[in-house]
């Protein structure tokens, strides 16, 4: 007995970060092709959108440079979360829910992240998300969920010129995500909570990355499942004009 699948649900990625940082606007380039004017989001909203011409999909890979066969575009599905603190909850419970999450991508403001407080919202925020994607992972190992989802940190607003370059934004993300790690793990020790599953316990499953290491480098989220891609661009460009968006096209595109 042969049945068609019902209508399948498109391959979704997810937009995630601080207020401000340009989730929105790159939810409206991607779906149009030109940024529109934002307002702060309040609720989460979502948009179709297809791979441009230009990325190519995983699927493409394996086909020859030779194979001039017209091949549609993948379409998929972009889910943009309001950044502000108290709305959050918005962003983290599709995380735990919705298969076909592919990827989700963490837009930062490259310019705010050059303030102590700017960074420090962003790193918290990156540790919570990053954290909740190792519990997934760890979870899933006893129940069959195996589907790993990879994240790309955007580092947008490229084209401000107090930005700090992508590698810049992945070494000062990593240097305090390692600081936010300290603290919440020491939080739990002065709380107590863990304290009577004996050593380890609680406080392991709370370490993001590998536990007991002073630094953090984003590889080590690679044991937990959670691949971590840091890549430059600007959702709009200096007069109102579509930005440079390449590199985030090709991360879809590969993960799609
Ligand atoms: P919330 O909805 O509050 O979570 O913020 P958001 O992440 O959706 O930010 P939004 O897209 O609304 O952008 C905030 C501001 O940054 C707007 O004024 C945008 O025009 C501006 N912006 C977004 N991307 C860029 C960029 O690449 N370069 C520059 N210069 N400005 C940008
Ligand atoms: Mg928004």
Redesign the pocket.
Known sequence: LYRKAVAKELPTFL?I????????????LFANGS?S??????EPQSAVCQLPSSARSSEDRYRSENDTSAQAQPKLALL?????GK?RHHATSSLTTGSSLKGLIF?V?SAAVSSAAGLTEAAEYLHDVLLLLQKRHTQSKTSKDPQAIPVLVAA?????FTSLPAGLVRTKLEEEIAKVRRTRSKGLLDSGIGMDEGAGGDEETNWLGEYGTTDFKFSQMGEHGVEVSVRG??????GGES?KVNQWWEWVGGNI
């Open positions: 937009l970060g601080p207020s401000g940082a340009g989730k929105t606007t790159l939810l409206t940024p004017p934002t307002h702060t989001s309040q943009d979360t309001p950044g502000h709305l837009v403001d947008n607003k490229q084209d401000v661009g600007n959702a709009k460009g200096d930005g």
